[in-house]
């Protein structure tokens, strides 16, 4: 990665400049904050690797959540909680501040603590590790399916121990983990079971969405997301003990019984503001639509790198599994040099990113655990080779189109 600095999860500089919008309508000028709509200098637009996708109508309910003066605690969190529930099919749903706040909760909730071992993917983003080091227990990675690049049932059982507490579960790029096998290490075991669901929000697993099958599922809304609320997240869950936990530590620990500053627990300010939910409930609405856009995207790159020589693509659904589209990573053949492609693409105004660098090789968690390379080795391996193209709902063919010709003469 060129230069140096604060990078969003855009791959971006985050204090980059917004371009101002030409016609000055803000919903009409589409790149948030670190996403460039131009490239001052060249003639090609910059396609952005990320976007989200917004109308009016978010403007609209955010407006109203304005209007009313009721920014916080007040009654579109529970409209957006009882519309996500349903859409996903679950009993209860509580909104937090962000994915990794509900994770955090989750972790808390199932009475992961210090010194306990909580096994999860190498193969993601650091949040999934982070919510129960929180918590002062310690991660123990378990190797990725090379083909789901989600969590190997059998890796997972020949690591767990004595002190094992929990499986964080990830769906990766919104392909869903092997939940059946997961799950049943963990009941054989006695141990708790989250899935960070944060980049499968409308996938599937045996028919069955993601969000729906009892246990704690987290979901997050960074803009680069499926759907976004700037900010944001929510744990689904099938418990209505669970929810009533979430509900109170999110907010300090208050329990519905409490009283003005009255705090039954030892909480945390996760909350979700009205003004972030209101958009939420707005994308919500839209969800169908941003889904099944991001699916043409897909099957659209698909088609186009059908034939490229040393690039393949994500694994396709099955009859268990149904991936929703949170990114579009490709992975490189052996040979190819990844950052000459990222530079080549970037000099043709494409952003692209390696996608993702493995947890246990973050500088943190080398310090603090002594991880080194080729621990696991197929998460490494998929880590090398693994680039995130330009992708989002509203992605334009043609750029698409001059995304894969950059890339099939960046590997010629
Ligand atoms: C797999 C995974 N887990 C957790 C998170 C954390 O979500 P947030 O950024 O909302 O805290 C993300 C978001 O990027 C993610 O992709």
Redesign the pocket.
């Known amino acids: 990665m060129r230069g140096a600095g604060q990078y969003n999860?855009y791959g971006q500089a985050a204090h980059a400049r917004h371009p101002a919008a030409s016609d000055g309508r803000l919903l009409r000028s589409p790149a948030p904050p670190g996403v460039s709509s131009s490239r001052p200098g060249t003639a090609a637009r910059t396609i952005p690797l990320s976007r989200p996708y917004l109308g009016e109508s978010e403007a609209r309910e955010v407006l109203e959540v304005l209007r009313s003066r009721h920014l916080s605690l007040g009654p579109v969190v529970p409209r957006f909680e009882g519309m996500f529930a349903e859409r996903v099919g679950a009993p209860y749903a509580a909104a937090v501040s962000?994915?990794?706040?509900g994770?955090h909760l989750a972790c808390r909730i199932a009475g992961i603590g210090p010194d306990d071992e909580v096994i999860t993917s190498p193969y993601?983003?650091v949040?999934?590790a982070n919510c129960f080091m929180y918590e002062g227990a310690h991660p123990v990675f378990a190797d990725i399916d090379a083909g789901t690049f989600n969590l190997d049932p059998a890796a997972v059982e020949a690591a767990v121990t004595p002190k094992t507490r929990a499986i964080m579960a990830?769906d990766?790029f919104g392909y869903p983990c092997e939940l059946d096998e997961l799950r049943a290490i963990a009941d054989r075991h006695g141990l708790a079971f989250i899935e960070?669901s944060?980049?499968a929000l409308g996938a599937e697993y045996k028919r069955r969405k993601i969000g729906s099958h009892g246990h704690m599922a987290?979901f997050?809304?960074?803009p680069?997301?499926q759907m976004t609320t700037g900010?944001?997240?929510i744990v689904a869950t099938g418990s209505a003990e669970e929810l009533e936990l979430l509900v109170s530590l999110r907010n300090q620990g208050r329990a519905d019984t409490d009283g003005w500053l009255d705090h039954s627990r030892f909480g945390f300010n996760y909350r979700l503001s009205d003004i972030h939910a209101a958009i939420g409930v707005a994308q919500l609405e839209r969800l169908d639509e941003i889904l099944a856009m991001r699916a043409a995207a897909a099957e659209r790159y698909a088609g186009l790198l059908d034939g490229v020589d040393g690039v393949s693509t994500l694994l396709a659904d099955d009859a268990n599994h149904r991936r929703s589209w949170f990114v579009y990573v490709v992975k490189l053949a052996s040979g190819i040099d990844r950052d000459r492609v990222i530079t080549v693409l970037e000099d043709q105004g494409i952003q692209s990113r390696p996608y993702l660098p493995c947890i246990h090789l973050q500088t943190y968690m080398r310090e603090r655990y002594g991880f080194r390379e080729w621990m696991f080795p197929v998460a490494e391996e998929t880590s090398r080779k693994t680039l995130a193209l330009p992708f989002h709902s509203a992605i334009d063919p043609e750029d698409q189109e001059r995304v894969v010709d950059a890339l099939r003469s960046a590997i010629a």
């Open positions: 999860q962000s994915g990794t706040s994770l993601s983003f949040a999934s990830v990766i960070d944060c980049e987290v997050a809304f960074y680069n997301k900010e944001g997240g």
